[in-house]
C-alpha cells in the first residue's frame, strides 16, 4: 500500500492527508485540501475515487440530513487483518 500512496498525484495526495485521521470530513475540507494556496479544487469526488483504488482503503459516506454527506477514510492493516486509523 506504501507504493500507492507514494504514486497518488499532488491534489490526492493532500486529500489523502487529510483524512487519514479517520474523522469525518465535509465536502468543502476536501475540495479545499485538494486545492492549492487557498482555493478549493472541485474534484473532490474524483479524488474520492482515486483513494478507494488503493488497495486496504475503505471511503465511507454518511448522510447528515438531506443531500449532504460527510465522509472518512479507513485502512486495513494487511499483516493483522484489522482497521485502524493512521
Known sequence: ???DVEDLKAGTRRVFDLMRDGEWHSPEAIEMA???N???A???A???RDLRAIPGVTVERKSIGGRKFRY???MRAFNQGRLFRL
Request: glycine fraction near 22%.
Open 34 to 36: 485538494a486545492g492549492e
Open 1 to 3: 500500500m506504501s507504493q
Open 38 to 40: 487557498g482555493v478549493p
Open 72 to 74: 472518512r477514510m479507513t
Open 42 to 44: 472541485r474534484g473532490g
Open 46 to 48: 474524483r479524488r474520492m
